[in-house]
């Protein structure tokens, strides 16, 4: 289990955010016990944080009986109340405002949020503060995967874009109760390995395309080195897609991250590499073009569960580190261990 302190940096390269000096004062003075609480006092101090800087504003479209034309004329309703021949129409128009969807969903996700028991009494009036400090014109939004997509498609960025994955994470991880009754429990996602292997890969190429200036850091698609007699054959073959490409003039690492209990398994009473990873990465490394001078590596970096890791071969003529990091160790200790993976 990652300590919910190091969870916030996880979260926050994840979301390709460097962690806020603010944030992470309050994140190391409060004593969180569950990821919901660090969720939800993220989600708070940063919309908190949204109000005093103004929200965003976009144009929301407005229908009304007006005494004069503006925007679209809807015709339908007009003609069948008459309203011409009074001097009136029913008009589609937009108003610049603060009611914009993201608005709204930071609104109803902090009323979702203040009403489930698992919370502390504390957090829970600190939320409902927050909710009262919203202008009286946004309409808030339902945590949905509909409203959620809804507000992707606006692209919000910044402070925004990271408050949306905030809402986003919470509605991975909110179940309802056996009650029924509009109130929420969470489930401790750090338990998902699929959803924290998607964040422990973003956390590691984004942590490389934040702290450091020496490679270009990407995730790139890898063509075979295959010939066939038909297209058609060569499209039949699997993509191939790194997790983390780190390029240098002179260095090309393809970094694989594995988000497993455990990099060994035992096979025949005795503890073998799990084949399927590093066949992969030697696929990868065998159809990999290089520029001239340019050197070839290969690392699989799983977390650190069970035991820890770390050996070298050759392989096909290319260097290849199988290594675990220690993700509760702290923080400190962390990032110089991923930077020094790379040296």
Partial sequence: MIPIQNLYYLLCYAWNRLPEQEELRAVSAEAFHRPLELLSH???TGTRRLLRQGLPVGYTEHTAELPELRGRVLLTPTL???LLRRGRAVCAFDELNTNTPLAGLLRGTLH??????GLPTALRQELRAGLRRFPAAVEPLPLTAA?????RRQRPNGLGGFLLNVCELLHLSALPTPEADGHHRFRDFRRDERLMARLFEQFVRNFYRLEQRQFRVLSETIQWQASTETAAALELLPAMITDTTLESPDRKIILDTKYYAAALRLRYNQQKLLAPHL?????????????????LEGILLYPAATHSLDVR??????????????LAQPWPQIAAELLALVE
């Fill in 112 to 117: 979702q949020v203040s009403r489930t028991r």
């Fill in 42 to 44: 993220v989600l708070l």
């Fill in 279 to 295: 066949y992969q990465l030697y696929a990868y490394l065998q159809n990999q073009p290089t520029l001239p001078g340019q050197q």
């Fill in 80 to 82: 069948s109340r008459d």
């Fill in 313 to 326: 071969y050759t392989l096909g003529g290319h260097p290849v580190r199988i290594v675990t990091l220690d």
């Fill in 147 to 151: 409203s959620l997509r809804f507000v």
